[in-house]
């Protein structure tokens, strides 16, 4: 197991060269230059001079791949680099924002297992009852509502109409309440679907039907034996789909002014804040190598086969 | 526990299965009776129907499933439930499939138990590990901890026994219990089974292909053939008189040692689903002939020994006739 783990993190080096590697060589590509964006920002006008020594100033005067391994080097020793706009550090304005982000991503992923545990089993335990009918249906709706849409609709009800939320920033609960809802629906939705088709196929096993031959209630079937044997697609599914999930928290941040990393990024989109973004890039990647190794762990964990190792005895 | 004409459907999109046709039998208590075929000729869904665990189309279309005075098919759904494990037990043809694979034997077992026995907490373990001990399973403290995979074939066969044992059913099913073991292996799991009802003095409803099994086993056979009972008696009628073509046929496809017959039918050949009018068994007949065109009713040839073809009984004469005409 721990060498499992340790390889896993190993794992990590090529990743994350890569993608910081691909990162750095499309941003070059875009169009906009960051230092007559700079220049202008600083009220001057972008003569070719000014662009220049802005340039220079910002070491992006050297050729590319001397600036990927200048990047690579600083990197090593912890410096991601300092933000074009803010002039802060890049780790710095990272870790300023991350805790809300993960604050956001806990409370979202709560909200999801709240709404797509019951419905998924209720689902399948009535199927093709009216519950589930209901159930699916606004499994449909929030899985095809795309998350601005219904980040805005959310918005419009409770902030506006109702006047209950606040809509924007952050600080208390109430705060966390609409984005975590907004993002945590969509999730619920396509995890209820496939938790119930998981349960469905599963219920079809012999061994149900065992279990069945010998009297146990429908219900303790269901939790106990059906269960825990559906959740293992699942949990694999939500594994593949971490970067969805990662997509769509950049997209709520910006919606609700969330002050997470995701705005961050998109701030620096924006600006063509080049350190930062090679900073989230290579932050979220971690998280993302990270996350997927806990999914996969806990995916052991589940299973009695691999947890235990060991063939088949004959 | 009495069937009484049972036919059972599965209605499809464009054309209705008929799985079971019209079966009937009865075991006592204490007797076991046998049931042999072909792939697909009804015998798993007899069975389930028995349970009434009959799976989402299907259903028994008529007949009656006569338990201890009660018809089951008309039982509600809760007494159904208690009616399973604790009067009715089935093991399952493959017992890897049948076991759940994220729950340990000790879970699986001590379920059942709680279900249907009021014992303590102390007491379900103590029973659980009688049970595994009376189905021959040595290390019992391991074996409870194992989950499924870690066990052999033959082991998890015996697991199932406990399982199906647990709360003394008075009538245990076994499908095929034999099938996915290899050959010494189903000899112990055979031998457990007689000793375990000779202990318990269960009824038994043993399902197999194999005439091996039926020869241990059962007090009476019933041969079954396209959702029907062809041939229906003890196991002297069976082995010694057969009077179904059908019966011969499978008979005579079995390696004959010595004096005992045992082996395993390998006939697997289509089986027209076309609702003929006439005998289902007629296409594959060797001895049909234009009275064929009329479906046999079942007719009792000497005391409890029931065939359904013309050919038997009091027509054996035309029967004996067309075998010396084919030979
Ligand atoms: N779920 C189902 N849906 C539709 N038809 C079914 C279903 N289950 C069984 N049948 C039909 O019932 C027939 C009898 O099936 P059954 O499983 O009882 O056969 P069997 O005698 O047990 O065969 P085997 O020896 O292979 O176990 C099959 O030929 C099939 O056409
Ligand atoms: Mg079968």
Redesign the pocket.
């Given at each position: 197991m721990a060498n499992y783990i340790i390889n896993r993190l190993l794992q990590l080096i090529p990743v994350l060269v890569g993608v910081s590697l691909i990162t750095f060589f499309i941003l070059n590509l875009a169009p906009g230059d960051p230092a007559e964006l700079m220049v202008r920002a600083s009220g001057m006008e972008p003569t070719p001079e000014a662009v220049a020594s802005m340039r220079e100033e910002l070491g992006l005067n050297y050729p590319l791949h001397v600036r990927y391994c200048l990047w690579v080097w600083h990197a090593l020793h912890g410096d991601l680099g300092v933000s074009y706009h803010s002039g802060l550090p890049v780790a710095r304005e990272l870790a300023l924002r991350f805790p809300a982000t993960l604050q956001l991503a806990l409370a979202s992923s709560l909200f999801m297992i709240l709404l797509a545990l019951p419905a998924g089993l209720l689902s399948a335990f009535y199927n093709r009852s009216y519950i589930d009918h209901l159930s699916r249906f606004a499994a449909l709706l929030g899985a095809s509502m795309p998350g601005y849409w219904l980040g805005l609709i959310l918005i419009y009800i409770f902030g506006v109409r109702l006047g209950l939320l606040p809509v924007m920033g952050s600080g208390t609960i109430k705060h966390l309440l609409l984005p975590a809802m907004t993002l945590g629906f969509g999730l619920a939705a396509v995890y209820a679907r496939l938790l119930r088709a998981s349960l469905l196929e599963v219920m079809g096993q012999d061994y149900i039907k065992a279990a069945r031959a010998r009297g146990l209630r429908e219900r303790r079937i269901m939790l106990a034996y059906a269960f825990k044997n559906a959740l293992l697609p699942v949990v694999t599914a939500f594994g593949m789909s971490l970067g969805h999930l990662l997509g769509g928290m950049v997209v709520v941040e910006t919606i609700f002014s969330w002050p997470g990393v995701g705005r961050l990024s998109v701030e620096a989109i924006f600006a063509r804040d080049y350190p930062v973004l090679q900073g989230y890039v290579l932050v979220m990647a971690l998280v993302f190598v990270v996350v997927n190794l806990l999914v996969d762990l806990s995916y052991v964990l589940l299973n009695p086969r691999l947890r235990i190792g060991g063939g088949e005895k004959r | 526990m009495r069937v009484e004409n049972i036919k059972i459907d599965?209605p499809?999109k464009n054309s209705t299965?008929r799985?079971?046709n019209g079966v009937s039998f009865a075991i006592k208590a204490g007797e076991t009776l046998g049931i042999i075929?072909?792939?697909?000729?009804?015998?798993?869904?007899?069975a389930l129907a028995l349970l009434g665990l009959l799976?989402?189309?299907?259903r028994v279309l008529e007949g009656r499933i006569i338990y201890k005075g009660r018809d089951v098919l008309l039982l509600s759904r809760k007494e159904k439930q208690r009616l399973r494990g604790r009067e009715m037990a089935m093991v399952f043809?493959d017992p890897l499939t049948s076991l759940n694979p994220v729950l340990t034997v000790g879970r699986q077992l001590t379920d059942v138990l709680r279900r249907h026995l009021e014992l303590n907490r102390h007491q379900t373990r103590e029973r659980a590990l009688r049970l595994l001990q009376s189905v021959g399973l040595g290390n019992h403290e391991g074996i409870m901890k194992s989950f499924p995979f870690q066990l052999s074939g033959g082991m998890r066969q015996r697991v199932m026994l406990a399982l199906a044992l647990g709360a003394n059913p008075s009538l245990l099913i076994a499908?095929?219990p034999t099938t996915a073991l290899d050959v010494t292996v189903q000899a112990q799991i055979i031998r457990e089974l007689h000793r375990l009802q000779q202990e318990k003095g269960m009824a038994m409803l043993v399902?197999t292909?194999n005439w091996g099994v039926v020869a241990e086993l059962a007090d009476r056979v019933g041969v079954?053939y396209n959702?029907r009972l062809v041939e229906y008696g003890s196991i002297v009628d069976i082995f010694n008189h057969p009077a179904h073509p059908y019966t011969h046929l499978i008979l005579s496809s079995v390696p004959v040692l010595g004096k005992g017959r045992k082996g395993i039918i390998n006939i697997h050949s289509p089986?027209s689903?076309v609702t003929l009018n006439g005998c289902s068994f007629a296409p594959r007949c060797m001895l049909k002939g234009k009275h064929c065109l009329k479906a046999p009713l079942s007719a009792e040839i000497s005391p409890g020994h029931f065939v359904a073809c013309h050919l038997a009984g009091i027509d054996s004469a035309i029967a004996v006739e067309r075998r010396r005409e084919l030979a």
């Amino acid at each position: 197991m721990a060498n499992y783990i340790i390889n896993r993190l190993l794992q990590l080096i090529p990743v994350l060269v890569g993608v910081s590697l691909i990162t750095f060589f499309i941003l070059n590509l875009a169009p906009g230059d960051p230092a007559e964006l700079m220049v202008r920002a600083s009220g001057m006008e972008p003569t070719p001079e000014a662009v220049a020594s802005m340039r220079e100033e910002l070491g992006l005067n050297y050729p590319l791949h001397v600036r990927y391994c200048l990047w690579v080097w600083h990197a090593l020793h912890g410096d991601l680099g300092v933000s074009y706009h803010s002039g802060l550090p890049v780790a710095r304005e990272l870790a300023l924002r991350f805790p809300a982000t993960l604050q956001l991503a806990l409370a979202s992923s709560l909200f999801m297992i709240l709404l797509a545990l019951p419905a998924g089993l209720l689902s399948a335990f009535y199927n093709r009852s009216y519950i589930d009918h209901l159930s699916r249906f606004a499994a449909l709706l929030g899985a095809s509502m795309p998350g601005y849409w219904l980040g805005l609709i959310l918005i419009y009800i409770f902030g506006v109409r109702l006047g209950l939320l606040p809509v924007m920033g952050s600080g208390t609960i109430k705060h966390l309440l609409l984005p975590a809802m907004t993002l945590g629906f969509g999730l619920a939705a396509v995890y209820a679907r496939l938790l119930r088709a998981s349960l469905l196929e599963v219920m079809g096993q012999d061994y149900i039907k065992a279990a069945r031959a010998r009297g146990l209630r429908e219900r303790r079937i269901m939790l106990a034996y059906a269960f825990k044997n559906a959740l293992l697609p699942v949990v694999t599914a939500f594994g593949m789909s971490l970067g969805h999930l990662l997509g769509g928290m950049v997209v709520v941040e910006t919606i609700f002014s969330w002050p997470g990393v995701g705005r961050l990024s998109v701030e620096a989109i924006f600006a063509r804040d080049y350190p930062v973004l090679q900073g989230y890039v290579l932050v979220m990647a971690l998280v993302f190598v990270v996350v997927n190794l806990l999914v996969d762990l806990s995916y052991v964990l589940l299973n009695p086969r691999l947890r235990i190792g060991g063939g088949e005895k004959r | 526990m009495r069937v009484e004409n049972i036919k059972i459907d599965f209605p499809g999109k464009n054309s209705t299965v008929r799985a079971v046709n019209g079966v009937s039998f009865a075991i006592k208590a204490g007797e076991t009776l046998g049931i042999i075929g072909e792939s697909g000729s009804g015998k798993s869904v007899t069975a389930l129907a028995l349970l009434g665990l009959l799976e989402k189309p299907g259903r028994v279309l008529e007949g009656r499933i006569i338990y201890k005075g009660r018809d089951v098919l008309l039982l509600s759904r809760k007494e159904k439930q208690r009616l399973r494990g604790r009067e009715m037990a089935m093991v399952f043809q493959d017992p890897l499939t049948s076991l759940n694979p994220v729950l340990t034997v000790g879970r699986q077992l001590t379920d059942v138990l709680r279900r249907h026995l009021e014992l303590n907490r102390h007491q379900t373990r103590e029973r659980a590990l009688r049970l595994l001990q009376s189905v021959g399973l040595g290390n019992h403290e391991g074996i409870m901890k194992s989950f499924p995979f870690q066990l052999s074939g033959g082991m998890r066969q015996r697991v199932m026994l406990a399982l199906a044992l647990g709360a003394n059913p008075s009538l245990l099913i076994a499908d095929e219990p034999t099938t996915a073991l290899d050959v010494t292996v189903q000899a112990q799991i055979i031998r457990e089974l007689h000793r375990l009802q000779q202990e318990k003095g269960m009824a038994m409803l043993v399902i197999t292909h194999n005439w091996g099994v039926v020869a241990e086993l059962a007090d009476r056979v019933g041969v079954m053939y396209n959702g029907r009972l062809v041939e229906y008696g003890s196991i002297v009628d069976i082995f010694n008189h057969p009077a179904h073509p059908y019966t011969h046929l499978i008979l005579s496809s079995v390696p004959v040692l010595g004096k005992g017959r045992k082996g395993i039918i390998n006939i697997h050949s289509p089986v027209s689903r076309v609702t003929l009018n006439g005998c289902s068994f007629a296409p594959r007949c060797m001895l049909k002939g234009k009275h064929c065109l009329k479906a046999p009713l079942s007719a009792e040839i000497s005391p409890g020994h029931f065939v359904a073809c013309h050919l038997a009984g009091i027509d054996s004469a035309i029967a004996v006739e067309r075998r010396r005409e084919l030979a």
